[in-house]
């Protein structure tokens, strides 16, 4: 993923997260107007302490001064925490609106792009990524907006003070705009390496903890800890790489704003010696020196808090932007299918992951209510051809119709509603057993959860968990064998009512004492319904009303059973061979 560097406007791309909040973002901009100048007022008391209550005596005058120094601060420090509550709130709105776009655009993509990125790095970009971003809209460009009108007050102030002793205490500070410069050109890569190479060690680490028991079972621990480590060392490099541009820049910039000091006390002095300056006004001078200093330390921080933002924020909207390679068509239209099942036909179908073809000019249908087996050799393109018809992916070439109506020109949503997949291994989310059958149909209510598992030959098991269907399950709760998985998927599935029905190796996973019984609910599912089953099981095959056998992406044979037992083609071989190592199964 480090391919050429998109260039993408991250700030602008910022604005339509900004304008819902543009009111709080005017009216925080019209009280910071109020709060710089009375921010950095104080050294203007100061001067007039020195000349004119010192210097000309005017004791009576010193209590006003100090009421008005106190009052103005007061209020530069209460309006002061007033913004920066209102653009932090501003700032958190922005990333919870980005975040939760990351994930809706991640729900549309296809499974070929979830497929092709690693999960750890998409975690990277939607979490810490986003959050980078916060940094730069609310703090950086608040930052900038606040110091720019804070160095340009304190500026103008010490001009009027003196015009001469002003100009050239501010003549070193052009010397930090080069250095900026200089400075952003050579962080630019490196804060995109660290956020890359966060993404990297992100996907790993994911990787590894998902595949902890095979790097156990095959002992490769020291093997994986070196390959974490090397990722882990990218980071450090890239990483040290941005301490050491940093600490060139920043005490740089500080020794060059240091300067500013030494010419405003050695010429003012000079100046104040000759009578064409006050001692008041060099105290005043002296007051200004740190709100003239800190937008110039600040600018240094800031700018690389814009680097680093516009790292992340490019590998943010770098997702945002990722065309969606299976979409609805604007004219997409809502699939309805007329009761009786649907009709499914595959015409001249061609498609390839990547280069290689997977599936060569496959041809078949499948009328309401079939059941269609796919059978073949492992990698011959089984799975893919059932991952098309909910399009998953979406053919290279060719036509996938649902009664006589292709896939593509009708809205993913509707098409999937009339599709229920049961898979090898199934996937359930962490919470109840309820939650996961009624995942199915989020309105169901119990007698019919407890009738579609009843149908799945799940009840019983059901009753048997801790809490029945209260019972948590997945992650944090009790861990469920194959079968019993399978069961629930089916039970899922009854509850769904679908018209296809998707079933990829559904006993494979399963502990053999239990293969009769799902396969029994798996019939039972299957009744009216148009069904597509893979499995090596030829129990579960033989029955069907066609079955195609697959080899290398081409459909080589079709026909029933019988049919193709007579033809003696490659189906028959590969029953004979099954069947051959059943009869020669030791009996004891
Ligand atoms: N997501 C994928 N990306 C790239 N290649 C894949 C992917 N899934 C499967 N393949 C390849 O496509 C071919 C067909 O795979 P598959 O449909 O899973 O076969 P089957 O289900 O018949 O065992 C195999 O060569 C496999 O390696
Ligand atoms: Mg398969």
Not at 115 to 140: E, F, K, N, P, Y
Not at 364 to 386: C, H, R, Y
Request: contains cysteine; glycine residues 8%; aromatic residues 10%.
């Amino acid at each position: 993923m480090s391919a050429p560097e998109p260039d993408i406007p991250v700030f602008r791309r910022l604005i339509p997260y900004l304008r819902p909040h543009a009111v709080t973002i005017g009216l925080s901009l019209i009280l910071l107007l109020a709060v710089t100048p009375a921010a950095s007022f104080h050294p203007l008391v100061w001067r007039y302490v020195v000349d004119d209550v010192i210097g000309r005596r005017h004791l009576a005058h010193l209590l006003p001064a100090l009421l008005v120094m106190f009052a103005v601060q007061g209020f530069a420090t209460s309006v002061g925490a007033l913004r920066d509550a209102m653009m932090e709130r501003v700032g958190q709105k922005m990333v919870f609106a980005i975040r939760n776009d990351v994930y809706a655009k991640l729900q549309r993509q296809s499974m070929g792009y979830l497929h092709d990125h690693r999960t750890g790095d998409l975690i990277a970009r939607a979490m810490s990524d986003v959050d980078v971003l916060q940094d730069v809209a609310v703090q950086g460009l608040d930052a900038i907006v606040s110091n720019l009108l804070s160095f340009l007050w304190v500026a103008s102030v010490l001009v009027a003070l003196n015009a001469r002793l002003g100009m050239a205490t501010l003549a070193p500070i052009a010397v930090v705009f080069f250095l900026t410069r200089f400075f952003n050109a050579r962080v630019k890569a490196i804060y995109r390496g660290v956020r890359e190479r966060l993404g990297d060690m992100n996907a790993r680490l994911q990787e590894n903890l998902n595949g902890m028991a095979l790097i156990k079972a095959f002992a490769k621990e020291p093997y994986e800890a070196r390959r974490f480590r090397e990722a882990t060392e990218r980071y450090l490099r890239v990483n040290f790489g941005a301490i050491r541009a940093r600490n060139i820049f920043f005490p740089g910039v500080r020794f060059v704003g240091f300067f500013s000091n030494i010419v405003a006390v050695g010429y003012g002095a000079w100046l104040t010696v000759n009578g064409q300056f006050t001692v008041g006004g060099l105290v005043a001078y002296r007051g200004y020196w740190w709100p003239l200093f800190q937008p110039i330390n600040q600018l240094a921080t800031i700018n690389e808090m814009l680097q680093r933002a516009q790292a992340a924020g490019r590998r943010v909207f770098e997702l945002l932007d990722e065309p969606e390679s299976v979409r609805d068509l604007p004219d997409a239209v809502e699939l309805n299918i007329g009761s009786g099942g649907a009709r499914v036909e595959f015409r001249d179908v061609s498609f390839a992951y990547s280069e290689r073809p997977v599936l060569c000019g496959v041809s078949f249908s499948a009328n309401p209510g079939e059941m269609v087996a796919l059978v073949g050799p492992s990698g011959a393109g089984k799975t893919t051809v059932l991952n098309l018809i909910p399009r998953f992916w979406d053919p290279k070439s060719g036509q996938i119709l649902v009664d006589g109506i292709d896939i593509r020109s009708v809205t993913q949503s509707s098409l999937r509603r009339h599709l229920a997949i049961v898979q090898q291994d199934t996937f359930l989310f962490s919470g109840t057993v309820l939650d996961n059958v009624r995942y199915g149909r989020q309105d169901a209510g119990m007698e019919e959860v407890v009738e579609a598992a009843r149908a799945a030959n799940a009840h019983d098991f059901i009753m048997q968990l801790p809490q029945e269907y209260r019972t948590e399950i997945g992650e944090k709760g009790v861990k469920l064998s194959g079968g019993q998985r399978q069961r629930l998927a089916i039970a899922r599935a009854f509850l769904a009512n679908p018209e296809i029905l998707i079933l990829d190796e559904p006993t494979s996973s399963v502990e053999p004492e239990s293969e009769t019984i799902i396969t029994q609910a798996l019939e039972r599912l299957m009744q009216g319904r148009t069904t597509f089953v893979t499995s090596h099981r030829f129990s579960l095959v033989r029955g069907a009303n066609r079955i195609l056998v697959f080899s290398s992406g081409l459909l080589v044979e079709s026909g029933d059973h019988l049919e193709l037992i007579a033809a003696d083609g490659l189906y028959a071989s590969m029953y004979a061979m099954q069947m051959g190592d059943e009869a020669g199964r030791p009996s004891c």
